[in-house]
């Protein structure tokens, strides 16, 4: 493991990288250009170098998940773009041409800013989240980036230069404020972007001020991460690594939990020496490891690459977490399946596990009212449906309770579906 730059390549320069330009044509990497100009796109030299098998590119999983494909836009918004670029349209009218196709691609779903930034004093929190009565949400300013980017992200918003559309915090103390006022309060997740691309001084000053002894009440800090996946040596050889091992040493010895939230899409990224050493370093800081993604068209829709990946992170000492429906957001077009077939997999890669493996829940919505989970389909009364239910909710009351949704072969998330006995409780 020898220290690297990570070396970044942003999206509008992907098309011209030399492995691309080597196998693809120009039309195709005009394309790239075109949905890149709309939709946020970065990888590093460990993404490239480490997880992406050229020799099965473009159809390779990790390369779609990480660069740019034409139908990822609509094809009114890719042929307006498109025409722009080839007319060498200027940059300010390009940018704004594309700031109005990103607000039609539902930018904040499930009600993120309209409902879940909470008041105080009669004003919002810029840069909190409490949807949920036990978890809020931090989004410190300087984390609102990746060491590269997943083309399914729901929070693609962060990242492309609308302040109108950031969460962001700038300090700890309205964050501080809010949370001694709201005891019920247990876990905060410090989310982004991914809140480990900033320094280990600046993570310090979300991280240090929640260990004071009047916010006891705070028993778990998570941290939303995929730098497991994208950048490795963020825990291994940085040149602050150590020192972030120190700060979740420091958590534990003030009486809080740290649990690492990773982020991980597909088998391969489980496979580099890095990536081991790095999980094995961060459990021996005393760290919990949970693992969530969502499934996708192009990159996991297979079982076996599911209970691959389950199989092989109850080996490194990672809990698998939630099985994600693709969100109704961005790219959602290119990426989502409908939930049948989410669900189809998802149980056949149950079967191919042993219990160890089975924690992850799925497949999961998280949808305005909670996190809505698919049970299974069942007949009802001579109907087909989807039995579901919360796994958390706005109104803790639901949590747990069943409703049923007529089935579908369509439906691709919840506000798609439709009560399956208009005589019983349904959520909206």
Not at 194 to 211: F, G, H, K, N, Q
Not at 349 to 374: C, D, E, W
């Amino acid at each position: 493991m020898s220290r690297r730059p990570m070396r970044v390549v942003p999206g509008e320069h992907l098309a011209d990288l030399r492995p691309v330009r080597e196998f693809l044509d120009e039309e195709t990497r005009h394309s790239m250009r075109v949905v890149a100009s709309v939709l946020p796109f970065k990888v590093n030299a460990y993404v490239v170098d480490e997880l992406i098998d050229w020799g099965r590119a473009p159809e390779d999983p990790m390369f779609r998940l990480t660069f740019p494909h034409r139908d990822m836009l609509p094809s009114a918004a890719f042929d307006v773009m498109s025409d722009l670029l080839r007319r060498a349209a200027p940059r300010s009218v390009i940018r704004q041409e594309a700031n109005r196709q990103r607000l039609r691609l539902n930018p904040h779903p499930g009600g993120q800013l309209e409902l879940n930034v909470p008041p105080h004093d009669g004003a919002p929190v810029p840069g909190l989240q409490h949807k949920y009565r036990e978890t809020v949400l931090l989004f410190p300013s300087a984390g609102q980036t990746c060491h590269a980017y997943c083309g399914y992200c729901f929070r693609w918003a962060q990242f492309v230069g609308m302040p109108e559309l950031k969460q962001s915090l700038p300090s700890m103390r309205d964050a501080v404020v809010y949370l001694r006022q709201h005891t019920e309060v247990t876990d905060v997740l410090i989310t982004g972007g991914d809140p480990l691309i900033m320094s280990t001084a600046r993570l310090r000053e979300y991280v240090e001020p929640l260990l004071a002894e009047d916010l006891g009440h705070l028993r778990t800090i998570r941290i939303g991460t995929k730098a497991l996946a994208y950048w490795p040596h963020r825990f291994l050889d940085d040149p602050d690594s150590d020192d972030l091992l120190r700060l979740f040493e420091q958590c534990a010895a003030a009486d809080r939990s740290v649990a690492l939230m990773t982020h991980f899409s597909h088998e391969r990224e489980l496979e580099t020496v890095d990536v081991r050493a790095a999980i094995a370093r961060i459990r021996s800081a005393g760290v919990v490891l949970r693992a969530q993604a969502p499934m996708v068209r192009h990159v996991n829709d297979d079982p076996g690459v599911w209970a691959r990946m389950w199989q092989r992170m109850v080996e490194l000492g990672i809990h698998p977490y939630y099985c994600f429906v693709e969100r109704d957001t961005g790219a959602q077009d290119y990426f989502a399946l409908p939930l049948h077939r989410s669900l189809a997999i998802y149980q056949e890669a149950l079967r191919q596990v042993s219990g160890l493996a089975r924690t992850a829940r799925g497949p999961v919505m998280s949808a305005t009212p909670g996190k809505v989970v698919l049970h299974g389909e069942s007949d009802v009364g001579g109907k087909k449906v989807f039995v579901c239910s919360f796994l958390q909710a706005r109104d803790p009351e639901q949590v747990g309770r069943p409703f049923f949704a007529a089935w579908s072969p369509t439906a691709r998330w919840f506000d798609e579906l439709e009560p399956a006995f208009p005589h019983l409780p349904f959520p909206a």
